[in-house]
């Protein structure tokens, strides 16, 4: 498989986990803190979920806690899609 991108988690974040009107998810977001873009730690679960249905990358309870930016969780899917094909 090929590596998860950021256009792939921007789409989980839009129709997973909503976005806030106030934050441009098409800006420079790679190294901002989710909780900057207005995500909590339930909006994290949320994202590592859909994640795991939709690409088969099972995230950790207690991974997502590392998980702070997106650039975080798109290194973290992409050394664990190998697992997986």
């Not at 950021?6 to 790679?30: F, M, N, S, W, Y």
């Not at 590592?48 to 995230?59: D, E, L, P, T």
């Amino acid at each position: 498989m090929s590596a998860f991108t950021l256009d792939q988690l921007k789409t989980i974040l839009r129709e997973g986990v909503g976005v806030d009107e106030a934050v441009d998810l098409d800006g420079p977001i790679l190294d901002t803190p989710f909780s900057s873009l207005g995500y909590d730690s339930l909006a994290l679960l949320e994202i590592a979920a859909r994640i795991q249905n939709q690409y088969g990358v099972a995230i950790r309870d207690e991974d997502v806690e590392l998980l702070a930016t997106p650039r975080a969780v798109l290194e973290y899917v992409d050394a664990h899609l190998a697992e997986v094909a």
